[in-house]
Nanobody, 119 residues
Framework: QVQLVESGGGLVQAGGSLRLSCAATGITFSTYVMGWYRQAPGNQRELVGA???????RYADSVKGRFTISRDNAKATVYLQMNSLKPEDTADYYC?????????????WGKGTLVTVSS
């Protein structure tokens, strides 16, 4: 059974930092592109950052320079270090695992962790 379990969310003041973690079980972690998405009330889910199997990264423009995604294949865990947080970063943050193969794309989601940034 595949599980992606996020942790590290919480309440933080603007300008503060949080580190999110996502532990994966049931998949060959190193073969998946891992991503963090977020969804604020009334908004669509959006990509925050992603990291490839080779360690390449990409970010939403709104978080570039403030957030860093990383992965530890030995621990089957992906992280999102969030610095200089702003109230507009408030959202549910979701972990995503994706792998493209000959039979199509396999995608898994975590249940999310809430990040609240107060002004």
């Amino acid at each position: 059974q595949v599980q992606l379990v996020e942790s590290g969310g919480g309440l933080v003041q603007a300008g503060g930092s949080l580190r999110l973690s996502c532990a994966a079980t049931g998949i060959t972690f190193s073969t998946y592109v891992m991503g963090w998405y977020r969804q604020a009330p009334g908004n669509q889910r959006e990509l925050v950052g992603a990291i490839t199997t080779a360690g390449g990264t990409r970010y939403a423009d709104s978080v570039k320079g403030r957030f860093t995604i990383s992965r530890d294949n030995a621990k089957a865990t992906v992280y999102l270090q969030m610095n200089s947080l702003k109230p507009e970063d408030t959202a549910d943050y979701y972990c995503n695992a994706e792998r493209r193969g000959g039979l199509g794309t396999t995608t898994y989601w975590g249940k999310g962790t809430l990040v609240t940034v107060s002004s």
